[in-house]
């Protein structure tokens, strides 16, 4: 799952990369890799960040371990991921929407963030909250780079 987020992300920066080197073929690459990491964050959160390998999703005792907390903030990162992976397509397309969803994704990420802050220091599962705020505080500064980028290029 790591890999594949990895490489995800890589295709999606090159992507955004390339719409600012005014590379032609910039919108229809970017729309497929926004989509495809769209959908796997969506998806996915909750099995990437509990070690959940793709098969131990489909097997009842790979759950046994995972509290109702944090099953319930994981499913909510990766809305709030996606959220904001949808808004940066969007504003970097220049289609209506883009705005709302990358700040509702950014506010619940920053109380996600907040939260997890918290829970580091109580937690003896540090890893597990120190790759939510890398998740949570580097799609805020992805969105806040789209969102201020899309201001400053309109004046």
Known sequence: MKKTEI??????????????????????????????????????????????????????RSYSKIGSLKTIGTIGLGFALSSVVAGIMFIELVWYGGY???????????????????????????LFYKNVLFRAFGFIILGLISLFNSIYSNL
Not at 13 to 18: A, E, N, R, S
Not at 31 to 55: G, M, P, V
């Open 7 to 60: 490489i995800l992300l890589s295709a999606t920066f090159g992507c955004w990369v390339l719409g600012y080197l005014k590379v032609p073929v910039f919108p229809f690459f970017f729309l497929i890799h926004s989509i495809i990491l769209l959908f796997f964050y969506f998806i996915f959160t909750f099995a990437l960040l509990n070690n959940l390998s793709f098969k131990d999703l489909f097997i009842a």
């Open 100 to 126: 709302p969803n990358v700040v509702i994704g950014m506010i619940t990420l920053l109380i996600i963030g907040i939260v997890a802050l918290i829970k580091i220091s109580k937690s003896e599962n540090k």
